[in-house]
Nanobody
Framework: VQLQASGGGLVQPGGSLRLSCAAS????????MGWYRQAPGKQRELVAA???????THADSVKGRFTISRDNAKNTMYLQMNSLKPEDTAVYYC?????????????WGQGTLVTVSS
């Protein structure tokens, strides 16, 4: 399984970006995909996650500003980020997790840098 994240870049405060994460390979149909981020000197944190059934969760720090979604037919996940703040600056990683045949599978993409600065 491979995860390819894209869509990061430099944006001014208050601006928007849309991240995408495309998954390829043999993927169990029942799974959870998520976006994590890691700012310099900080631990990686969960930003938002979505199950294959469409159940979502968002970190308190991004609620009302970020929206996670997915297209199961394309095995692709998105993160729409609005009203961006300098504190959103981080490397954003996509994650795919599923459990099958008594074993868990956990995959990570390569990360995409989001910089919010004027």
């Amino acid at each position: 399984v491979q995860l390819q994240a894209s869509g990061g870049g430099l944006v001014q405060p208050g601006g928007s970006l849309r991240l995408s994460c495309a998954a390829s390979g043999s993927i169990f149909s029942i799974n959870r995909m998520g976006w994590y981020r890691q700012a310099p000197g900080k631990q990686r944190e969960l930003v938002a996650a979505i199950t294959s059934g469409g159940i979502t969760t968002h970190a308190d720090s991004v609620k009302g500003r970020f929206t996670i979604s997915r297209d199961n037919a394309k095995n692709t996940m998105y993160l729409q980020m609005n009203s961006l703040k300098p504190e959103d600056t981080a490397v954003y990683y996509c994650n795919l997790y599923y459990y099958s045949n008594s074993r868990s599978y956990d995959y990570w993409g390569q990360g995409t840098l989001v910089t919010v600065s004027s």
